[in-house]
Every structure is written in C-alpha cells, then in structure tokens.
C-alpha cells in the first residue's frame, strides 16, 4: 500500500491536501484574500480559522507569509501521520469496493451458473443481502486493516524495489513462497473459526450462504474477514517481496477468494486434487467441515478435512431434480 499511497499522494493528494488544508491558513499572520468581494473575504476568514483549529505540524519560521512562497502546498504534508492514516482509510475502501463490485459483478455474469438460484437452498433476494453484508464489513475490516498498511508506509516490512537486490531466482520463488504461506495459515485460521463457540459468533454468518455467488466472497463477519486477511499482510513483515510484485498479488488473491465463490463443481479435471478451486469451496459452503484451503488442496490432505468434488455431489443436481418434479407433476394434472 506505500506504494498506491506514493503513486496517489504524486498525482491527485497533494493537490488536494493543498486545497483542503493549505499552509497559507497556517501562516502567521494569515495571508489576506485577493478576492475583492467582501462577502468571500468575510467566508475565506471564516474557513481558515476553522482550519487553523486544525492539527497540524509545526510551521517552520523560515517559511514567508507570501501567496507565492505557500501556493501549492498543504499544512499537512505526505509524512504527517493523520494524513497518512486518512489516505489510507480512503484509499482501502475505494480499493477494497472497487476489487470487489468489479470481480465479483465479472465473476457473477461470465462465470456463475445462474440456473443455481433456483436451487431450494439458494435465499431469496441472496444477491442483494450478499452484497449489503459485504458493505457492512468493508468499513471496520478498513480500520482493522489500516495499521498494517502505516507498517508499510514506515518502513517496518520486507518489500524491496530493486530486484537485484535478492536476484531473479528469489523473485520468481516468491510467488509459490507466498502462495504456500498464505495458503497454509489461512486453512488454520479457516479450521479455527468453525471450532463451535468462534463459529456460532463469527464465521456463522458466512455460511448462511449455501449456495453461494461472487457476492458472498466478502459478505462476513468484519473480525472473520480480517483474520483470515492477516496472512497477506504477515508475509511481508517476515519475507522479502519486490513491491509491485506484491501489489499484483495481493490483487489475484482477492481475485480467488471471489471466483471460488460462483457455486461451479467442475470436476474429472485431475486438477482438483491439487488446486482447491470453486467446487472445493462450494463443497465446504454445503458440508462445513471439509476443504478449508484457499488456493491448494495439500494442507486439507494433512489435516484430514480433504473432500474430492464428484459429479453425483454437484448442488446443480438438486436444481434439475425439482425441474423434473414440476414437470412430471404438470403432465400428471
């Protein structure tokens, strides 16, 4: 995230700390308004001394009170902390929301079987309460969240920019590295919270989806949807991974968690033994207790939760079932 907030602070938030809170309302004594009615002088005065209420760094003395000498720059510059945690807080909901109503509204018209609505397990106006439970987690799963991002933004984790500063090799292992961290903590955090009290007062709300679709990717618990998050984040504090490789991961892995949420049971592939993809989730949605994995299957194997989609456990089954049930029962009237 230091780096969004490097790119974000260069091209739109210095200028718009600068016209929000500039220095200008700082100096002492306050640059005059050039504004010749005296209706927006008297509306200037009252704003700057609103903002001068404001906390804010020290002013150094040696800057002048002159328009020219403050014009373009903000009282609040990039490495004050409130700003820094303001951005950020912005930053991660508009990114965290974007993520989200841009995979999951692709995942759900390109990819999602939607003859799996009619499945009797399938609630009625899902759609629409998946996405309101996403959007009553996104804002404190934001304020969980933002104090791994200052971490980054102080310095404390393990990006680096130059890749020859750990060489090719080590940046190509990094993925499946990552990949295999993440993958392995989060089953534990995943087994943790279906341990019965945790379940009934965090993750239970998650499973109310049984038949899920890319909606429901983030529609749980805040503390549910963070602690499964921490891995992401650990990674980096522990590992070193070159920035904008990080940031492309941490994109694609959002990414699963929303396509492994569109209900599909492919199966006979030879892949799901290997990789825990929609149908594995789609499983764990129906049965609770089985595939926990986020990316991979090898960790359920070890623990013993491991359950191998088949063709005769597909949900859609049950769809086509009760199809063929009306339709028998209208020839028969």
Same mark, same amino acid.
């Given at each position: 995230?230091?780096?969004?907030?490097?790119?974000?602070?260069?091209?739109?938030?210095?200028?718009?700390?600068?016209?929000?809170?500039?220095?200008?309302?700082?100096?002492?004594?306050?640059?005059?308004?050039?504004?010749?009615?005296?209706?927006?002088? @008297?509306?200037?005065?009252?704003?700057?001394?609103?903002? !001068?209420?404001?906390?804010?760094?020290?002013?150094?003395?040696?800057?002048?009170?002159?328009?020219?000498?403050?014009?373009?720059?903000?009282?609040?510059?990039?490495?004050?902390?409130? !700003?820094?945690?303001? $951005?950020?807080?912005?930053?991660?909901?508009?990114?965290?929301?974007?993520?989200?109503?841009?995979?999951?509204?692709?995942?759900?018209?390109?990819?999602?079987? &939607?003859?799996?609505? !009619? &499945?009797? !397990?399938?609630?009625?106006?899902?759609?629409?309460?998946?996405?309101?439970?996403?959007?009553?987690?996104? +804002?404190?799963?934001?304020?969980? @969240?933002?104090?791994?991002?200052?971490?980054?933004?102080?310095?404390?984790?393990?990006?680096?920019?130059?890749?020859?500063?750990?060489?090719?090799?080590?940046?190509?292992?990094?993925? +499946?590295? =990552?990949?295999?961290?993440?993958?392995?903590?989060?089953?534990?955090?995943?087994?943790?919270?279906?341990?019965?009290? *945790?379940?009934?007062? *965090?993750?239970?709300?998650?499973?109310?989806?049984?038949?899920?679709?890319?909606?429901?990717?983030?529609?749980?618990?805040?503390?549910?949807?963070?602690?499964?998050?921490?891995?992401?984040?650990?990674?980096?504090?522990?590992?070193?991974?070159?920035?904008?490789?990080?940031?492309?991961?941490?994109?694609?892995?959002?990414?699963?968690?929303?396509?492994? &949420?569109? $209900?599909?049971?492919?199966?006979?592939?030879?892949?799901?033994?290997?990789?825990?993809?929609?149908?594995?989730? @789609?499983?764990?949605?129906?049965?609770?207790?089985?595939?926990?994995?986020? =990316?991979? @299957?090898?960790?359920?194997?070890?623990?013993?939760?491991?359950?191998? +989609?088949?063709?005769?456990?597909?949900?859609?089954?049950?769809?086509?079932?009760?199809?063929?049930?009306?339709?028998?029962?209208?020839?028969?009237?």
């Amino acid at each position: 995230m230091d780096l969004v907030l490097e790119l974000f602070d260069e091209h739109l938030l210095d200028r718009l700390y600068a016209n929000l809170i500039p220095l200008s309302a700082f100096t002492d004594p306050p640059i005059p308004s050039t504004s010749p009615p005296a209706t927006l002088d @008297t509306a200037v005065s009252a704003w700057t001394t609103v903002l !001068r209420k404001l906390p804010h760094p020290s002013i150094p003395s040696s800057i002048p009170s002159s328009i020219s000498s403050t014009h373009g720059l903000s009282a609040w510059p990039r490495d004050y902390i409130p !700003r820094q945690l303001l $951005s950020l807080t912005a930053l991660t909901v508009i990114g965290i929301m974007l993520l989200y109503f841009v995979f999951a509204t692709a995942s759900y018209y390109f990819i999602f079987n &939607h003859d799996m609505m !009619r &499945h009797p !397990r399938f609630l009625k106006n899902q759609v629409r309460l998946e996405i309101e439970s996403s959007m009553r987690a996104f +804002p404190a799963i934001t304020l969980l @969240t933002v104090p791994w991002f200052m971490a980054e933004v102080h310095g404390y984790s393990k990006m680096y920019d130059d890749i020859s500063d750990y060489g090719w090799t080590y940046l190509v292992l990094s993925v +499946p590295l =990552y990949l295999l961290f993440t993958d392995y903590c989060i089953y534990w955090i995943h087994r943790g919270l279906h341990v019965p009290l *945790i379940y009934k007062n *965090i993750h239970k709300p998650h499973h109310k989806w049984l038949i899920p679709t890319p909606f429901a990717s983030h529609a749980f618990h805040p503390i549910d949807g963070y602690f499964q998050s921490i891995p992401y984040h650990l990674f980096i504090f522990i590992f070193p991974l070159q920035r904008y490789l990080y940031l492309v991961l941490f994109v694609l892995v959002n990414f699963w968690s929303i396509f492994i &949420h569109d $209900s599909d049971m492919v199966s006979g592939t030879g892949l799901e033994h290997i990789i825990n993809g929609p149908a594995h989730h @789609t499983l764990h949605h129906l049965y609770f207790t089985v595939n926990y994995g986020q =990316y991979f @299957t090898w960790a359920d194997k070890v623990g013993g939760s491991f359950r191998e +989609p088949q063709p005769e456990l597909d949900p859609l089954l049950e769809v086509k079932a009760l199809e063929n049930q009306k339709r028998k029962g209208g020839k028969a009237e």
